[in-house]
């Protein structure tokens, strides 16, 4: 039985349509593709943020899907168990970042707690602490609303091009501690990247990368890595 599955389709207003499905037993599936071809609003249906007008996705158990159209199950985006990390970071401006990271603890109480010095200090944020997020650049912005994702405990984890903002050094850097991480947690985690590197560093950390790749609104073709 797959670990994970989905299959949707969602026609826009002005007539553009996105199609996507897979079927994989891999931890990760690694959504790729040139700009405007459908992979923001998959995360973004999965999400529950955007409602498709057809579609299906189970998560490791048949009996409960994370979502199911044709029966009506539409359950509310915080009723999901998902840590979403968008483009832009979307931190609370009135909070330091701190409280920002916190913001996100546990939610996902049935599963293991994380460190927070530990996590705080593998991520590089140790310093910013008392900042606000009006003092952070765009890289370290997206590093405290991963930090916050991930100290929710999700269920699935949604990364939608999560290094674009950060030098290709420290992207790689913090790749690698990502991996480290999601081989330490086993969330499951649909990925969206245009770099081909990053999907690859993936595959060698030991993560089973399946990889979706789409084109003007539809999936042209699946790989394993």
């Not at 952070?136 to 405990?153: F, N, T």
């Not at 949604?158 to 674009?164: G, H, T």
């Amino acid at each position: 039985m797959p670990r994970f599955s989905l299959s949707l389709c969602h026609e826009y207003a002005g007539g553009a349509r996105v199609e996507a499905s897979w079927s994989t037993e891999a931890p990760v599936v690694a959504l790729a593709g040139p700009s405007g071809s459908g992979k923001s609003t998959v995360l973004k249906v999965l999400a529950g943020m955007i409602r498709p007008t057809s579609g299906r996705a189970l998560l490791d158990d048949p009996a409960s899907p994370l979502f199911d159209l044709a029966s009506g199950l539409w359950p509310a985006p915080d009723a999901r168990g998902i840590g979403y990390l968008p483009q832009q970071p979307l931190l609370f401006p009135h909070l330091t970042v701190e409280q920002n990271l916190r913001y996100g603890e546990g939610r996902g109480a049935h599963r293991p707690a994380l460190d927070f010095s530990n996590l705080v200090a593998r991520l590089g944020l140790t310093a910013l602490l008392r900042r606000r997020p009006g003092q952070l650049s765009g890289g370290e912005g997206q590093r405290v609303a991963l930090g916050r994702a991930l100290l929710s405990r999700p269920d699935l984890l949604l990364l939608d091009e999560p290094f674009a903002a950060l030098d290709a050094a420290l992207r790689k850097e913090l790749l690698a501690e990502l991996s480290r991480l999601l081989v330490e947690q086993r969330w499951p985690v649909v990925y969206v990247s245009h770099q081909e590197q990053e999907l690859s560093q993936l595959a060698e950390a030991g993560l089973g990368v399946h990889v979706v790749r789409m084109a003007e609104g539809t999936v042209v073709g699946c790989e394993d890595l």
